[in-house]
């Protein structure tokens, strides 16, 4: 699967940022996804994945209560909703699709077979 990300962009803490990832490919509901970023000089890190049924979501303790992981199956769509965003949530954020669905290892950069290009979200003060 080839994924598409777009929605990042300048923005000033407590704005509110909508990050899109478009997959290509018939199987998009087999697939475990998830938003990852990396700042720079830093590693990449986990910030949301949202399992296959839909129904089940993890997040990054730093981001719980601002940021909403979803999908639209029937437009092949990962959403991450970012509100109160905060200078340290810059970086680069990066989705990232994964067959096999190994919960124990959602978390892990290791896990996801595909990546989309990275789109840049910069969050002034």
């Known amino acids: 699967v080839q994924l598409q990300a777009s929605g990042g962009g300048l923005a000033q803490a407590g704005d509110s940022l909508r990050l899109s990832c478009v997959a290509s490919g018939p199987t998009f509901r087999a697939y475990t996804l998830a938003w990852f970023r990396q700042a720079p000089g830093k590693e990449r890190e986990f910030v949301a994945a949202?399992?296959?049924?839909?129904?089940?979501?993890h997040y990054l303790d730093s981001v719980k209560g601002r940021f909403t992981i979803a999908r639209d199956n029937a437009k092949s769509t990962v959403y991450l909703q970012m509100n109160s965003l905060r200078p340290e949530d810059t970086a680069v954020y990066y989705c990232a699709a994964d067959r096999h669905e190994i919960l124990s290892s959602i978390r892990m950069v290791e896990t996801y077979d595909f990546w989309g290009q990275g789109t840049q979200v910069t969050v002034s003060s």
């Open positions: 949202i399992r296959r049924n839909g129904g089940s979501t």
